[in-house]
């Protein structure tokens, strides 16, 4: 964990901007595979992590915004216990380590809160992502299971997204770090992506990496040949020369920071002559936009600038045709682009969207705009330094939609139906990096790492004609 003072500081600030009422922050409980004694890996809700820091499950805070008093409610170590686990520090112990002095047995969370109720003290609390803590919170403060969304505190809500939007260099540092082990991963992806090898067997060897160096995946690794299915999970095929491998992979530090690092790799070694076309279409769209991130930018604007780059290739491979501009103004990239360009990355990979997606991406004045590809845009409101925000454009030929479209002649000033024909199994290309906003520009975070094609296909041959030990 980080020093105590950071966790502090972050709870003094959310404390006085709340002003007043009770702040109830609930961790995550071990959730079952199966049964209660064969959980999945525990992995803590990240909003009480940010704030205090703590690791185990079945805890909970309270934060007093009128006296500034904090509680650590939690459950010390059983004789039970200590049999199954080994010795685990009291409750009292672990919350000193995060500068907390006050601390209950979770126990004794109800009785405090129903006493604040009496009170008629307001209780702040954010929306749950996981049904259990639903449940907890419907009992704790009885409120109807489906009203809990409604009732969640909107200035609590937006105080969380306003602090931890704006990454410290402790948090930097450790993207940093988890953009270092997602590179391994690319890497072992890299070393084993060969022809006849199954793409479950890049899964274990690009898992076995992030193991190996200290991380956990921070979501399931996407590796697939079927790239233009955006987030395929099933990978059970064998690669092919000439497959395309999309890997989008990201590797969490011990802290919980997380990686979220795509790469498109030739099966075989070398991507063919229109492979590299399209390749190269992307790349130029993902470093156009990050060239032109900065504070102030909307990324609204930032994506709208990577469909024009995308429209203006297509159309020079004439696979689309007539003005770029136009053909986005029309909505036609969509049909080769159909979500958004990018997230916030921190304790989440789409970071805070638990909170609800458009308290992160969108302000008052900037909406979601509702038409298809645009309407998955996840960030759209102006950058600010201390974003972390992945930048990860793509080129996606997907039969169903093609035929879709054409059937319904959408955008056929824009589309070129006839030549899409001979592209239809090309799959898809996506290239991502995780980017940081710093005060006049942004850059991608973490070591150099291959993107062109050129320094995919040398990794590639480096890493398959490595002898010494993995990674
Ligand atoms: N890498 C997974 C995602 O961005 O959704
Ligand atoms: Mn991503």
Not at 419 to 425: F, H, I, K, S, V
Request: aromatic share 6%; proline share 6%; net charge negative.
């Amino acid at each position: 964990m980080f020093h105590a003072e950071v966790y502090r500081n972050r709870r003094r600030r959310l404390i006085s901007q709340i002003g007043s009422g009770l702040i109830l922050l609930p961790g995550h409980l071990d959730a079952p595979m199966n049964y209660v004694d064969n959980p999945y890996p525990f992995h803590q809700d990240t909003s009480f992590l940010y704030f205090v820091g703590l690791d185990q499950p079945g805890m909970a805070a309270v934060l007093d915004a009128d006296s500034g008093t904090e509680i650590v409610f939690g459950s010390d170590p059983t004789e039970d216990s200590i049999v199954w686990t080994g010795p685990l520090p009291t409750i009292r112990e672990q919350a000193e380590q995060v500068g907390i002095s006050s601390t209950m047995q979770i126990e004794q969370l109800p009785q405090i809160l129903r006493q604040a109720r009496q009170q008629g003290r307001m209780i702040h609390t954010l929306p749950p992502c996981r049904p259990e803590t639903a449940i907890q919170l419907h009992r704790l403060l009885d409120i109807p299971i489906d009203e809990i969304p409604n009732q969640c505190s909107e200035p609590l809500i937006r105080a969380v997204v306003e602090q931890r939007s704006i990454k410290s260099s402790d948090e930097i540092r450790q993207i940093e770090s988890a953009v270092e082990i997602t590179h391994a991963m690319q890497r072992a992806a890299a070393r084993v992506a060969r022809p006849g090898i199954r793409e479950y067997q890049v899964v274990a060897a690009v898992d076995h990496a992030c193991r190996w160096h200290g991380g956990m995946p921070g979501f399931i690794s996407i590796v697939t040949t079927h790239g233009e299915v955006l987030h395929n999970r099933v990978c059970t095929e064998t690669l092919q020369p000439g497959h395309l491998l999309v890997c989008d992979i990201g590797g969490e530090t011990p802290l919980h920071y997380t990686g979220d690092i795509t790469r498109t790799l030739p099966v075989g070694g070398r991507f063919t002559a229109r492979q590299k076309d399209i390749y190269a279409i992307v790349h130029r769209a993902q470093r156009a936009a990050i060239a032109a991130m900065k504070p102030g930018v909307e990324f609204r604007a930032v994506h709208r600038l990577a469909c024009v780059e995308l429209a203006r290739g297509m159309t020079a491979m004439e696979l689309m045709k007539g003005d770029p501009d136009q053909a986005v103004a029309a909505g036609a990239h969509t049909l080769f682009f159909p979500c958004g360009l990018g997230h916030m990355l921190g304790l989440d990979v789409h970071d805070m969207e638990g909170l609800g997606e458009d308290f992160v991406g969108y302000t008052d004045t900037i909406r979601r705009n509702p038409t298809f590809g645009w309407r998955s845009l996840r960030l759209a409101k102006a950058l600010q330094p201390g974003f972390v925000v992945t930048v990860e454009p793509g080129i996606y030929l997907i039969p169903d939609q093609i035929d879709r479209w054409q059937a319904r002649n959408q955008c056929r000033d824009f589309i070129n139906y006839d030549a899409l024909q001979a592209w239809r199994d090309f799959g898809g290309i996506r290239i991502e990096d995780v980017t940081v906003v710093t005060e006049s520009s942004c850059a991608i975070l973490g070591p150099a790492f291959p993107s062109t094609a050129q320094q995919l296909e040398e990794m590639i041959l480096s890493e398959q004609s490595r002898k010494d030990s993995p990674y």
